[in-house]
Every structure is written in structure tokens, then in C-alpha cells.
């Protein structure tokens, strides 16, 4: 040690400078091979604590330059396939020795110059990146909220029938109800022309109970734990739609099992406007008449 480097004299205070020396050997034990036994040397020979921190600093391991990895042209999506499970299984006596797993061991073997007595994994194996949108990859433990409150609905036609004043009747089963299909006829006649016998006609309508029905099943679990209501859901779509098949039988009812609708019953008076309806757009000029058409027959027919 160059005399240089030591510092003498009654003005130092050596116990604090040993205290300080001890320090720094403590914390670079992990990184200076022999610091311990440096440190006591100084002490013994009375180093100043700078003397003593440039020599711990000269047995500081040089930093090894940053190589790029064997296995960075590695593209993602392959490390995707990477099992660190498949390659410990290939080590199993008997194994087939493949896949991706047995590939990147062998270019790691080459790269360090020895073969591995069983297989290298690759840090990038242990360093993938997790992610919440692939389920290995993080997603099977995130968990979910349902948002019972923005619970989204389907969309269905509208229920129009009974809004537009259908008269519904709750029948305890098939019933007639009498109406009157023919007036008298009147006539004009003089003083003394007695007038012509005529009479009103009757006919009975006949109605019979049809029945619409819908089956739902839910379990006891599904029934405690479902948000929103699952009793309340399965109720509601029975009863929208119930609604909708009403709508659809008094228009377009066959009469078998079910009622006869209005397109099916005779004597209902209809406008012809193509095979699908007049397509009506702002400028077309039958827009209006066809429109109109429709009101006039039911006003013809004595119905508005």
C-alpha cells in the first residue's frame, strides 16, 4: 500500500473511520470476493476510509457487455405454443423428444457449447407476458361483474292488436253469440199500396277456446343466484311473447289450433297494392291514394 494513500497524524479519528470501512465491506459482501479480509487489513494498517473505497472499488467484477439472445428471433405467437410442462415430460424415460421445447433446448446447447444433461428452458419461457384477454395467460382469474342494472333486452315487434281495440273475451268454453246479417226492406208506395212483407236475419257465431302456451325450465340454483331475476326474465318473455303469437293469429290464424285470423276469414273486404304492399318513398306520387284507399273501404264497408 503506497505510503501515500495513508493519512497520519492525531487529528483522525480512527474508530469512526474503522466504523465506516466496516460499513462498505458489509455492503459489498455480496459483490467483492474477500472484502471481509480486505476490510481487517485496513483496519491493521490504519487506511483511510477513501484509501479503503478505491481499493474495494478495483475488485469490483467487471459488468459483462449485454449479448442479444440466441432465441430473439423467436416470434411471439411461438412463444405462445412454449409448455414449460411438455418439457419436463419429455424427460420422462420412454418420451418423445420434439416440439418447439426440444428446438429451443438444442440452439441453447449449441450456444453455450454443452449439451444439457436434460433440457434447457428459456427465460423467455418464464417471462411471457400475461395477459387478461387469453385465459392461460391471466384471463381464468379475472373476475366479472355482471351490470344486472344495463341488463339489454331483445328487440321484437310490437304488440298492436289489442292497443288498436280488439275486444278480448274470456270464454268458459264454446259459446255462440247471435248477430244480425240482413235489414228489412222498406219501400216507397202510395196511399193505398200496402207495403211489402220483409223481415231481419239472424245467424249465430260460433267461438271456441283456443289456447296459447309457452314452456320454460330453470333450476333451483339458477333460480337463487341469477342477477337480474331469472323468474322475472323467463315471465317477461312469456308474456311479450304470448302477446306477439296473439297478434300473429288474429292477422294471419289458420282456424286449425289456433283462431281463424282476419286474412282467413271471407267477407273482409282488402286492397291490392302489389305483391308487397305499394312501396311508399317521399316523392311517389300513389303515396296519397293508396293511403286513402284503405280508409275508404272500411268507410264503404260502414265500419269507421
Same mark, same amino acid.
Given at each position: 500500500?503506497?505510503?501515500?494513500?495513508?493519512?497520519?497524524?492525531?487529528? =483522525? @479519528?480512527?474508530? *469512526?473511520?474503522?466504523?465506516?470501512?466496516?460499513?462498505?465491506?458489509?455492503?459489498? &459482501?455480496? +459483490?467483492?470476493? $474477500? #472484502?471481509?479480509?480486505?476490510?481487517?487489513?485496513?483496519?491493521?494498517?490504519?487506511?483511510?476510509?477513501?484509501?479503503?473505497?478505491?481499493?474495494?472499488?478495483?475488485?469490483?467484477?467487471?459488468?459483462?457487455?449485454?449479448?442479444?439472445?440466441?432465441?430473439?428471433?423467436?416470434?411471439? =405467437? @411461438?412463444?405462445? *405454443?412454449?409448455?414449460?410442462?411438455?418439457?419436463?415430460?419429455?424427460?420422462?424415460? &420412454?418420451? +418423445?423428444?420434439? $416440439? #418447439?421445447?426440444?428446438?429451443?433446448?438444442?440452439?441453447?446447447?449449441?450456444?453455450?457449447?454443452?449439451?444439457?444433461?436434460?433440457?434447457?428452458?428459456?427465460?423467455?419461457?418464464?417471462?411471457?407476458?400475461?395477459?387478461?384477454?387469453?385465459?392461460?395467460?391471466?384471463?381464468?382469474?379475472?373476475?366479472?361483474?355482471?351490470?344486472?342494472?344495463?341488463?339489454?333486452?331483445?328487440?321484437?315487434?310490437?304488440?298492436?292488436?289489442?292497443?288498436?281495440?280488439?275486444?278480448?273475451?274470456?270464454?268458459?268454453?264454446?259459446?255462440?253469440?247471435?248477430?244480425?246479417?240482413?235489414?228489412?226492406?222498406?219501400?216507397?208506395?202510395?196511399?193505398?199500396?200496402?207495403?211489402?212483407?220483409?223481415?231481419?236475419?239472424?245467424?249465430?257465431?260460433?267461438?271456441?277456446?283456443?289456447?296459447?302456451?309457452?314452456?320454460?325450465?330453470?333450476?333451483?340454483?339458477?333460480?337463487?343466484?341469477?342477477?337480474?331475476?331469472?323468474?322475472?326474465?323467463?315471465?317477461?318473455?312469456?308474456?311479450?311473447?304470448?302477446?306477439?303469437?296473439?297478434?300473429?293469429?288474429?292477422?294471419?290464424?289458420?282456424?286449425?289450433?289456433?283462431?281463424?285470423?282476419?286474412?282467413?276469414?271471407?267477407?273482409?273486404?282488402?286492397?291490392?297494392?302489389?305483391?308487397?304492399?305499394?312501396?311508399?318513398?317521399?316523392?311517389?306520387?300513389?303515396?296519397?291514394?293508396?293511403?286513402?284507399?284503405?280508409?275508404?273501404?272500411?268507410?264503404?264497408?260502414?265500419?269507421?
Amino acid at each position: 500500500m503506497p505510503e501515500s494513500n495513508i493519512e497520519l497524524g492525531a487529528s =483522525r @479519528d480512527i474508530q *469512526k473511520e474503522n466504523g465506516e470501512i466496516i460499513a462498505i465491506a458489509k455492503n459489498l &459482501g455480496n +459483490k467483492v470476493e $474477500g #472484502i471481509r479480509d480486505l476490510a481487517d487489513k485496513a483496519i491493521q494498517e490504519g487506511w483511510t476510509v477513501d484509501a479503503f473505497r478505491a481499493q474495494a472499488l478495483n475488485k469490483l467484477p467487471e459488468a459483462r457487455p449485454v449479448t442479444v439472445s440466441p432465441l430473439s428471433e423467436v416470434k411471439q =405467437r @411461438d412463444w405462445k *405454443k412454449y409448455s414449460i410442462t411438455r418439457a419436463i415430460a419429455m424427460q420422462m424415460p &420412454g418420451a +418423445k423428444r420434439d $416440439g #418447439i421445447e426440444a428446438e429451443l433446448s438444442d440452439e441453447l446447447s449449441m450456444h453455450y457449447g454443452k449439451r444439457a444433461e436434460g433440457c434447457y428452458i428459456p427465460d423467455e419461457a418464464f417471462s411471457r407476458s400475461l395477459i387478461a384477454g387469453t385465459g392461460t395467460l391471466g384471463g381464468m382469474v379475472v373476475q366479472t361483474s355482471v351490470m344486472a342494472d344495463e341488463f339489454i333486452e331483445i328487440l321484437r315487434n310490437r304488440s298492436q292488436v289489442l292497443n288498436l281495440g280488439a275486444r278480448v273475451l274470456n270464454l268458459p268454453g264454446p259459446v255462440t253469440i247471435p248477430r244480425q246479417n240482413g235489414s228489412g226492406v222498406v219501400n216507397w208506395a202510395g196511399e193505398t199500396v200496402a207495403s211489402t212483407l220483409t223481415a231481419i236475419n239472424f245467424q249465430n257465431l260460433t267461438l271456441t277456446p283456443q289456447a296459447v302456451t309457452a314452456y320454460h325450465q330453470y333450476s333451483k340454483q339458477l333460480l337463487q343466484t341469477a342477477n337480474p331475476s331469472i323468474d322475472a326474465l323467463v315471465r317477461d318473455d312469456i308474456t311479450q311473447s304470448i302477446a306477439l303469437a296473439i297478434d300473429l293469429a288474429a292477422l294471419h290464424g289458420t282456424g286449425s289450433g289456433q283462431p281463424t285470423g282476419i286474412i282467413a276469414t271471407s267477407g273482409i273486404g282488402s286492397i291490392a297494392a302489389g305483391a308487397n304492399g305499394i312501396q311508399l318513398s317521399t316523392y311517389a306520387a300513389t303515396n296519397y291514394p293508396a293511403l286513402v284507399s284503405l280508409e275508404s273501404l272500411v268507410a264503404a264497408s260502414n265500419a269507421d
